[in-house]
Each structure stands twice: as structure tokens, then as C-alpha cells.
């Protein structure tokens, strides 16, 4: 992931006109309400959808399928298509499945492992985590099998990039552990982020829960001692989850800034573990402490916000996405963990009236803004502001429908174990890639160029 510093609110943003019954639906559907009926939440989330598709280019002349438009890229489709397909599933509206398939299929590359070759000189592990947690939502909802001839089933496609990262678990450095990029000329290389670290934990949970094949388990189980043996994850009372480290000092200069969606993409993944262990007291253990931390650092007066910049409007186009995948695990934690969902559920009901109220903006009226704290909006736009607050409102429906599915009872996708394995990306280390003279040239200039693109504002990540 590598975002620019420049602003958004400097580009034009695509507004459409649309109605104003629109912004009306949204203030009202929240005012006072506990009882809140399927149908007006979807008409609501329906609206914040449109706003996101506004920034979509899939649709339109010349653009590319399953990609949004400048500033925004490759991850943050895979991010952006996480809160459709839950949407898709909880509001059973199939008005964009046939837009999601084709997003799909577009971007998972020659060997279905989510390293398409548009991106193979630029994807960091983390960028293929976050798609892989999508395709893995599409398995667990079990969406429309791939209607393309020869496509395996969304369930191989996730084993496919489950096997290509854990192909990747370097133990040179620090013990263990995910790179934070895939290719050695990509800035980044040395160092080991959470994020992609707790998607594979993620996946490997839920992989196993949904196939029932305990490997994924005792890899999640790995993982995830992994994180807490070098000091990402502290499972203190209110546990915190930092940003990662560096392997020139064997990861022990951790970077502690908190970011949502590292906290939530590892409450997730002990959420499925808790799940799939049967309700193990050590999982629930695990659980409620991060949770305690989730709620603590990113919660303030019972509304979420991102709080290492919210306040200081600094956050870049990647950290204003966060709030989405956070609530996304939200979600997961209080239907798995059922004990959770009375800590859960004011939050997050709270959260997606504050939402709902700061969708108000724009000239279309119901244009979502950053801060929920704000009262109406907050007068900043964008993907990241969408997406969160589709998902953040996507929690509202999630009790009233079926929890995440297994191959045992509900899904129904097909799946290949060795997915991904025989793939070139699989393992840069074991595969050394072969970079001729030629390429290395082109790998060079490429990572002048991120790192021209770094200097403008993805120095949070390193530093
Ligand atoms: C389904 O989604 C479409 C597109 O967002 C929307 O126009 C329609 O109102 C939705 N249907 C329902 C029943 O919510
Ligand atoms: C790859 O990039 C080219 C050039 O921008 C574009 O035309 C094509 O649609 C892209 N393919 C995918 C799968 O993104
Ligand atoms: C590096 O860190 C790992 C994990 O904390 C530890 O097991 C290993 O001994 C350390 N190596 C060195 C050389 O300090
Ligand atoms: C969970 O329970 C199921 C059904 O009783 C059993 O098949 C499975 O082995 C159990 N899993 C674990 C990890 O205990
Ligand atoms: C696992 O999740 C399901 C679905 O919400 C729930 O019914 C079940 O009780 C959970 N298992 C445990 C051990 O809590
Ligand atoms: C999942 O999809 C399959 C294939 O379309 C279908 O047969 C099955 O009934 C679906 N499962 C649920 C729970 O709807
Ligand atoms: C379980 O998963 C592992 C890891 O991908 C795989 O090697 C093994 O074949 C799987 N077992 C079954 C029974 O599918
Ligand atoms: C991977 O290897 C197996 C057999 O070794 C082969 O059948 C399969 O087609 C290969 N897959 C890819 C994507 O190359």
C-alpha cells in the first residue's frame, strides 16, 4: 500500500446529481431509531454505495475492470469490494454481483493468486492479503461461483494466495514473519508490517474454520504467536497492535503507531480462531483483550475514529479507508464470539447513526465525510470516506442474516488445496525470480519511482 500526500479534496471529485429524498432518507433513518428494519438500512447503504461507485472506473469508457480511479489503487479496490460483497449478502441485493464477478475474475491474475501482472512490480504482501480477505468474504457468502469458463472456484482462488504468502514466511529475520513487500526492488523490502502479517493469520483462520482442515489452524496459531513474540501484537488488559519493524535490527525497534485496521484485521482472525477451536478459552481470551484495545483507541464518545490522525486531518488517502475493514471485523467478532456482541453492538450502532448523519455532503447531499464526530459533514470526500461508512452501517443488518459460511453448512465454493503453489510469485526467496539484466534495469527505475512517490507521504509506513 503507498498512497500520495496530495490531498483530495485538490482533485475534482465525480459528483453525480441525485436526489435530495436522498440526504432526507439518510438524516431520518437514524433519529431515535432501535428498531431498525432491513429496508431503510439498504435504501441507505444503496446511496453511500452509489458515492463510492462514483470513483469507480470498472464501468466506464476506457477504464480498467475492477479498478477505481486515480489517486486510488490497485489494494484499495480489493478493500472497496470487501464492503460490496457483504452488502451484496446481507441486503441479498444483486444489483452490482454481476459488476463484483467481473471486478473479480479481472484482477486475479494469470495464476488466480491475486498477483495480477499489472501489479507484479509494485504489490506488497499486504495489498494481496487484503484482496485475498475479499475473495475469502465471497466464499463465506457464498457468492456466485465464476461464471468464466476455466475460473476456479473463489474458495481455490483464496487457497491460492493463502499458499503464496505462507510460501513467503521468512524465518532469516526476526525469527518469522511476512515482509511487507513481495519484490525485493520495492522500497519497503526490509521491512515486516502487520498488516500483511495479520491478513495471513486472517486467512489461514478462516480458511480453516471454513474447510475444517486444522493445517490452517496450526498456521494461524503461528502467525499469530509470531506477531505477539516480536511485540506487534501486546496482549495486555487493553491490548495494543502496532504498525511493525524494521529486520536490520531483527524487528526490535517496533513502530507503534495504531492504525484501525491492523487492530481489527487481527480481532478478526481471533475471532474465526475462537470459532473454529470450538470456543477456546485461550481464543476468547485473546479476543476480548484486543477487543478491549479496539474499543479503547478507536472509539471516542461511542463513535469510531482513526485516531493516530483524525484530529490532525492528516490522514492520507490509505488511513481514511481503515474505519471500512475495521468495522468489516467488527462485524465477524460479535457474530462469531457471540459474548462480544453486547459490547459491540451500542458502538457500533452509534457509529453508523454518526455516519449516517455525516453522509450529508456534497452536491448530491448525501456525499459521506471523515469525521463522524463532526456534526453533519465534515466537508472531506472520497473512496476511504464511502467505503467506511457503507461498512460502519453494513453492521446493522448483520445479526438479521446468516453468520459467515462453511463448506459443512452453506457454502459451496470449490477449492484446491495446492492452489497457487507451481505460480512464479509463490516464493521470491526459493524462485530468486530470475531478474536478468534487462529487467533489473526496469525494476531500478521503477523503484526510483516509488520511491519518489514515498517521499511524497508513505514515510508513515517506514518510520
Ligand atoms: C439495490 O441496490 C440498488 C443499487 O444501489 C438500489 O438502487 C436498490 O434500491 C437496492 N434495492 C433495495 C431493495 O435496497
Ligand atoms: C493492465 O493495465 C493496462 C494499461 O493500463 C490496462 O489496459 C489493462 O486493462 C489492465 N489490466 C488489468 C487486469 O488491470
Ligand atoms: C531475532 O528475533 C527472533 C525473534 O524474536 C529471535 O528468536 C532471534 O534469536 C533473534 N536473532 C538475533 C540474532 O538476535
Ligand atoms: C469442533 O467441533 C466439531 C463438531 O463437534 C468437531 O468435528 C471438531 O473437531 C471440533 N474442532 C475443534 C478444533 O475442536
Ligand atoms: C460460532 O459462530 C456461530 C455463528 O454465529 C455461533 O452460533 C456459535 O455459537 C459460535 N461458536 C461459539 C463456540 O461461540
Ligand atoms: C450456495 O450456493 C449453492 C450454489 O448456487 C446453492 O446450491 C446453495 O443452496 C447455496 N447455499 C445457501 C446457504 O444458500
Ligand atoms: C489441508 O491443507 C494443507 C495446507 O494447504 C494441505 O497441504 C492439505 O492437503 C490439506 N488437507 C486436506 C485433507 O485437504
Ligand atoms: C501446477 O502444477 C500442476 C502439476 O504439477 C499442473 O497440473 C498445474 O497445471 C500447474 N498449475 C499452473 C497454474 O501452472
Not at 258 to 281: C, D, K, P, Q, R
Amino acid at each position: 500500500m503507498r498512497a500520495k500526500l496530495s490531498s483530495i479534496t485538490s482533485t475534482g471529485a465525480p459528483f453525480t446529481t441525485l436526489t435530495t429524498l436522498a440526504s432526507l432518507t439518510l438524516f431520518t433513518l437514524f433519529t431515535g431509531a432501535s428498531a431498525l428494519s432491513l429496508d431503510p438500512v439498504c435504501s441507505a447503504t444503496a446511496l453511500v454505495t452509489d458515492g463510492l461507485l462514483d470513483y469507480y472506473s470498472g464501468t466506464r469508457y476506457g477504464g480498467t475492470v475492477g479498478m477505481f480511479q486515480p489517486p486510488y489503487y490497485w489494494w484499495h479496490a480489493g478493500e472497496a469490494f470487501g464492503g460490496m460483497i457483504e452488502n451484496w449478502f446481507l441486503c441479498q441485493n444483486s444489483t452490482y454481483e454481476t459488476l463484483l464477478m467481473d471486478a473479480f475474475i479481472a484482477q486475479t491474475g494469470n495464476n488466480y493468486d491475486y498477483i495480477p501482472e499489472n501489479q507484479t512490480m509494485v504489490e506488497g504482501n499486504d495489498d494481496q492479503g487484503i484482496w485475498g480477505l475479499t475473495i475469502m468474504d465471497a466464499v463465506e457468502r457464498n457468492f456466485t461461483k465464476p461464471t468464466k469458463d476455466g475460473v476456479p472456484g473463489w474458495l481455490a482462488m483464496s487457497q491460492a494466495v493463502f499458499n503464496t504468502m505462507w510460501a513467503r514466511w521468512d524465518t532469516q529475520h526476526c525469527g518469522g514473519g511476512l515482509r511487507w513487500q513481495i519484490f525485493t526492488w520495492n522500497s519497503g523490502y526490509n521491512y515486516k508490517n502487520t498488516i500483511s502479517n495479520a491478513c495471513l493469520f486472517n486467512l489461514a483462520a478462516r480458511l480453516g474454520r471454513y474447510t475444517g482442515n486444522s493445517t490452517y489452524l496450526d498456521v494461524a496459531d503461528q502467525v499469530f504467536d509470531w506477531m505477539v513474540s516480536v511485540g506487534y501484537v501486546v496482549l495486555g488488559d487493553t491490548a495494543n497492535v502496532f504498525d511493525g519493524a524494521n529486520i536490520e535490527d531483527n524487528c526490535t525497534t517496533i513502530t507503534t503507531f495504531e492504525w484501525s485496521y491492523n487492530h481489527g484485521v487481527v480481532l478478526g482472525g481471533t475471532a474465526f480462531m475462537y470459532n473454529a477451536t470450538n470456543g477456546s478459552s485461550v481464543w476468547e481470551d485473546r479476543v476480548n483483550r484486543i477487543l478491549k484495545g479496539a474499543t479503547t483507541y478507536f472509539f471516542r464518545d461511542s463513535i469510531m475514529f482513526e485516531s493516530a490522525c483524525q484530529d490532525t486531518g492528516k490522514c492520507n488517502n490509505d488511513q481514511r479507508t481503515f474505519k471500512a475493514i475495521f468495522s468489516r471485523m467488527l462485524s465477524f467478532t460479535a457474530v462469531l464470539v457471540p459474548s462480544t456482541a453486547s459490547t459491540i453492538d451500542p458502538l457500533m450502532q452509534s457509529s453508523a447513526q454518526a455516519a449516517a448523519q455525516s453522509c450529508s455532503g456534497g452536491t448530491d447531499g448525501h456525499t459521506c465525510g471523515l469525521n463522524w464526530q463532526h456534526s453533519g459533514w465534515d466537508g472531506m470526500y472520497g473512496l476511504g470516506e464511502q467505503m467506511s461508512a457503507l461498512e460502519v452501517m453494513n453492521y446493522l443488518l448483520v445479526h438479521d442474516r446468516p453468520a459467515p459460511y462453511t463448506a459443512a453448512a452453506g457454502g459451496s465454493s470449490v477449492g484446491d488445496a495446492s492452489a497457487g503453489l507451481n505460480s512464479t510469485a509463490t516464493n521470491v526467496f526459493a524462485n530468486s525470480l530470475n531478474i536478468r539484466g534487462k529487467d533489473k534495469a526496469g525494476a531500478a527505475i521503477v523503484t526510483t519511482v516509488i520511491l519518489g512517490t514515498l517521499a511524497g507521504g508513505s514515510i508513515w509506513m517506514l518510520f
